[in-house]
């Protein structure tokens, strides 16, 4: 990456580096390595970038050069700013439960306005439960943390302390149910006591979905 480019879109942009860490989530002191020459950012993270300023990803590379405010997207600043880095925190299976693994897959953008994006996480699905839904395997669901649901979400929910799933929320008088989209599986059944002994725990509420290719 030229730093000499980057710094022309930063006046032009009227930016900082902090608020190009903050939007993007690349942490400031990696900027502050490219900046020193002491590593070389790799294509996602100048995709990243590319992004925040509006441009394509050949103004951060090559030789310098001179910008002029008729090659800048000025209106990508609003567009962008809506839009947060949110932690991909794990896979999960919508099929049969599996272990959930917390690690720090990566970060995705979601339009999330001016809400914090600590409370939001992706999970990636795996297998076919939902594929009715539109969940086929491999889609990123955004969701919202939050530990209780309303008839119809779609939820993470941990079952048995320890494995999660994705699954519509359905109550049903003394019974909660975890319900696929699809027929070829069949609903969990839960009761309430099972959240109040933590034997089953809401994660968060799905509000958006993301198909990789």
């Known amino acids: 990456m030229s730093y000499s480019n980057y710094e022309k879109l930063l006046k032009l942009k009227r930016s900082t580096s902090y608020k190009v860490a903050k939007a993007t989530g690349i942490a400031p002191s990696t900027l502050s390595d490219w900046k020193n020459g002491r590593s070389v950012p790799k294509t996602d993270k100048m995709k990243l970038i590319a992004e925040y300023f509006g441009v394509d990803i050949g103004h951060l590379v090559g030789d310098d050069i001179d910008f002029d405010y008729s090659e800048f997207n000025m209106e990508n600043e609003a567009e962008f700013c809506g839009r947060k880095m949110v932690p991909i925190i794990g896979e ?12 720090l897959l990566g970060y995705e953008s979601a339009d999330i306005g001016e809400n914090d994006e600590r409370d939001y996480f992706y999970l990636t699905v795996c297998g076919d439960s ?3 839904c539109g969940m086929v395997d491999g889609s990123l669901v955004l969701f919202r943390k939050q530990q209780y649901a309303e008839e119809g979400n779609i939820v993470a929910c941990l079952v048995g302390g320890e494995c999660a799933t994705v699954k519509r929320f359905h109550i049903e008088k003394r019974r909660i149910y975890l319900v696929p989209e699809n027929d070829d599986y069949e609903p969990i059944e839960l009761t309430p006591e099972d959240f109040e002994s933590g034997n089953a725990r809401i994660l968060g509420i799905a509000i958006e979905m993301k198909i990789k290719f």
């Open 130 to 132: 939902m594929k009715d």
């Open 92 to 103: 999960i299976r919508a099929g049969q439960p599996i272990i959930t693994n917390e690690t």
